[in-house]
């Protein structure tokens, strides 16, 4: 079974800072990758999908790499702002088959 | 905004009593998804769908079943809600390059 781990449980950071968020699985067989945000109450929103082909994705101040072989990805945010405070979930979708694994995801507070 | 709508957004219910929630898509995707999110478990997957009438198990799938006749509309049903079902449910629809996209959620209650 997939395990997907996501360190630190939650972040507290300056405005303007640029941040790392981490996201680690157990099973390198992956066809894809997928960064959420979610906000108190709502559903979540996809920010990035890296197919397992691909090692990077940009989209504005986010940029999101995965490294397949070590199991890892991260979620890169740049000039951090009091609007990214959210939690910050990733996924795995296994090679073989329809399943999708969750991480418990990171609560990132961006403080003015 | 995908086009994803679930109803009811907030139900309490009775231990023993049957529930139906209900997912509507308004973009014809083939791949239709069920989720519980607990708090220290993240989002599990119950049951999925790639198609009319073709389902299969997630994760969690005991004590639920789905049902999906239209390609817009999935149903979880709880035959005997359990106070174990207590949880926030999420529908998801999943792309052509499986990219999944969540509805609002329901939170469910079970007393």
């Known amino acids: 079974k997939q395990e997907v781990t996501q360190i630190p449980a939650a972040l507290s950071v300056p405005e303007g800072e640029n941040l790392v968020l981490n996201c680690s699985f157990t099973?390198?067989?992956?066809?894809?990758l997928q960064w959420f945000r979610q906000d108190p109450g709502k559903g979540l929103t996809s920010l990035l999908l890296?197919?397992?082909?691909?090692r990077e994705q940009t989209s504005g101040r986010l940029n999101a790499s995965l490294d397949k072989s070590s199991g890892r990805s991260t979620l890169y945010i740049a000039a951090s702002q009091p609007g990214d405070s959210a939690t910050y979930l990733c996924?795995?979708?296994?090679?073989?088959?329809?399943?999708?694994?969750f991480g418990t995801g990171t609560s990132l507070t961006v403080i003015p | 905004d995908a086009g994803i709508t679930q109803s009811p957004r907030h139900k309490v219910t009775e231990t023993g009593t049957p529930v139906t929630l209900r997912c509507h898509q308004t973009e014809n995707h083939r791949y239709m998804y069920w989720y519980r999110q607990d708090p220290g478990h993240g989002l599990r997957l119950i049951h999925y769908?790639?198609?009319?009438?073709?389902?299969d198990k997630g994760e969690v799938s005991d004590g639920y079943s789905v049902s999906r006749s239209k390609t817009e509309d999935f149903l979880l049903t709880l035959e005997s809600a359990t106070s174990s079902q207590t949880s926030v449910y999420f529908c998801a629809i999943g792309r052509d390059t499986y990219e999944q996209y969540f509805g609002p959620g329901t939170r469910l209650t079970v007393t």
């Open positions: 099973d390198s067989a992956i066809y894809n």
């Open positions: 996924a795995v979708r296994r090679a073989a088959g329809n399943q999708f694994y």
């Open positions: 769908s790639y198609g009319v009438k073709d389902t």
């Open positions: 890296i197919q397992s082909s691909q």
